[in-house]
């Protein structure tokens, strides 16, 4: 397929050309042989300049932007009402509802951003069905899911080094995560917190947490351990994109802690394609993943949030019980599993065909 057929493209995601969000898009609509724009997180208002001029010099038939940042939806936004280029969005993210964690001001202006965003755009890819049906309320006049995928694949004897090289014990039934450990003051959280403070309420010493990656929550996490750091609690830091799936294999679950709101409730986050990839049972909260996705390899605990009491209490009780037995019997669900929304090929056929008919469409006017 290419887009000669459909007219020129132009693709780009607003956390950066390198990131995997714009990893992720060129490889969704790479059978159309999108242009690429090289947006950089780091200079917005310059990127933004730029990303006009290019519309302007190139006159795409459709720019397809990946994320909801303010300095590319503003671009598009006004690209379509200066020349009526058209313009895509996809998101993973709903934005008034993840501004409104940080600000009510700010959440109120990205409650107008966003519905503008919607309202303006000819078409938007949702990370989620959820968030689909929620742009599409908001205006978005069509729409389609794509999930994401998984980068890569652990590397032979992965577990064993990694483990040896962390001081984790080889019998010990490891739990953990690998993500950003932003640190929110208004909810004094960061992912991760909810396994430190359970493992601390936990005797047995056969049960460690493993956290991978960095941010401004790790230094707080880390004094949260306490006498735990480095015997129960292991935190590795940021590892490379590709060393990743080595440290999911030293696990034996994955934690995907979201809260039950307009933020979490609408994710399944990139996260949830490499924990199943890693043959990993997830323990995650009671949003609607947990029960539209679940074949047997999930536990849903209780709590509105991952900071809550309520989640914590739940967490711990379920290191303090959990055995290999029920692990690996989840282990086997998700070899046993149905459906995979999280494959690549697919998702990039569905991504192609709905650009291709939204052009047409397009063009019948």
Same mark, same amino acid.
């Given at each position: 397929?290419?887009s000669?057929?459909?007219?020129?493209i132009?693709?780009?995601a607003? /956390?950066?050309?390198?990131?995997?969000?714009?990893?992720?898009?060129?490889?969704?609509?790479?059978?159309?042989?999108?242009?690429?724009? &090289?947006?950089?997180r780091?200079? *917005?208002l310059?990127?933004?300049?730029?990303?006009?001029?290019a519309?302007?010099? $190139?006159?795409p038939?459709?720019?397809?932007?990946?994320? &909801? #940042? %303010?300095a590319?939806?503003?671009t598009?936004?006004?690209?379509?009402?200066?020349?009526?280029?058209?313009f895509? @969005?996809?998101?993973?993210?709903?934005?008034?509802?993840?501004?409104?964690l940080?600000?009510?001001?700010?959440?109120a202006?990205?409650?107008v951003?966003?519905?503008?965003?919607?309202?303006?755009?000819a078409?938007?890819?949702?990370? %989620?069905?959820?968030?689909?049906?929620?742009?599409m309320?908001?205006?978005a006049?069509?729409?389609?899911?794509?999930?994401?995928?998984t980068?890569?694949?652990?590397? +032979?004897?992965?577990?064993?080094r990694?483990?040896? $090289?962390?001081?984790?014990?080889?019998?010990?039934?490891?739990v953990?995560?690998?993500?950003?450990l932003?640190?929110?003051?208004?909810?004094?959280y960061?992912y991760?917190?909810?396994?430190?403070?359970?493992? #601390?309420?936990?005797?047995r010493? =056969?049960?460690?947490?493993?956290?991978?990656?960095?941010?401004?929550?790790?230094?707080?996490?880390e004094?949260m351990?306490?006498?735990?750091?480095?015997?129960?609690?292991?935190?590795?830091?940021?590892?490379? !994109?590709?060393? @990743?799936?080595?440290?999911?294999?030293?696990? +034996?679950?994955?934690?995907?802690?979201?809260? @039950?709101?307009?933020?979490?409730?609408?994710r399944y986050?990139? *996260?949830?394609?490499?924990?199943?990839?890693?043959?990993?049972?997830?323990? %995650?909260?009671?949003?609607p993943?947990?029960?539209?996705?679940?074949?047997?390899?999930?536990?849903?605990?209780?709590?509105?949030? !991952?900071?809550?009491?309520?989640?914590?209490?739940?967490?711990?009780?379920?290191?303090?019980?959990?055995s290999a037995?029920?692990? $690996?019997?989840?282990?086997?669900?998700?070899a046993?599993?149905?459906?995979?929304?999280? =494959?690549?090929?697919? /998702? $990039?056929q569905?991504?192609?065909?709905?650009?291709?008919?939204?052009?047409? +469409?397009?063009?019948r006017?």
């Open positions: 397929m290419s000669a057929g459909v007219g020129p132009l693709c780009f607003t /956390q950066g050309h390198e990131h995997i969000e714009g990893e992720r898009i060129r490889a969704l609509l790479e059978p159309l042989d999108p242009s690429s724009f &090289t947006f950089e780091s200079g *917005k310059g990127s933004a300049r730029r990303l006009m001029r519309i302007e010099a $190139q006159r038939a459709l720019v397809v932007m990946e994320g &909801t #940042g %303010t590319g939806g503003l598009l936004i006004a690209m379509n009402a200066r020349h009526g280029i058209p895509v @969005v996809s998101s993973g993210d709903a934005v008034g509802p993840f501004l409104h940080h600000s009510p001001l700010v959440g202006l990205g409650d951003y966003e519905r503008l965003l919607m309202r303006r755009c078409g938007f890819i949702g990370w %989620t069905p959820y968030l689909v049906g929620r742009a309320t908001l205006g006049p069509r729409g389609m899911t794509a999930a994401g995928w980068r890569g694949q652990a590397r +032979d004897g992965a577990r064993e990694v483990r040896e $090289q962390l001081g984790i014990p080889a019998d010990s039934l490891v953990g995560l690998a993500g950003s932003h640190w929110n003051d208004r909810v004094e960061g991760g917190a909810e396994l430190v403070r359970a493992i #601390g309420m936990v005797e010493r =056969d049960v460690a947490v493993c956290i991978v990656g960095d941010g401004s929550g790790r230094a707080r996490l004094a351990a306490g006498e735990d750091l480095g015997s129960r609690v292991f935190m590795p830091g940021r590892v490379a !994109p590709e060393e @990743v799936p080595d440290y999911l294999a030293a696990l +034996d679950i994955g934690t995907l802690s979201q809260s @039950v709101d307009g933020v979490g409730a609408f986050t990139t *996260k949830l394609s490499e924990y199943l990839a890693a043959g990993l049972p997830v323990i %995650t909260t009671e949003i993943l947990a029960y539209d996705l679940d074949e047997g390899y999930m536990w849903r605990l209780p709590g509105r949030a !991952p900071w809550s009491a309520t989640h914590v209490d739940a967490l711990a009780r379920l290191l303090a019980d959990v037995e029920e692990v $690996q019997a989840r282990r086997e669900a998700i046993r599993r149905h459906g995979d929304p999280f =494959d690549r090929d697919a /998702q $990039q569905r991504a192609c065909a709905f650009v291709t008919d939204l052009l047409a +469409d397009l063009a006017g």
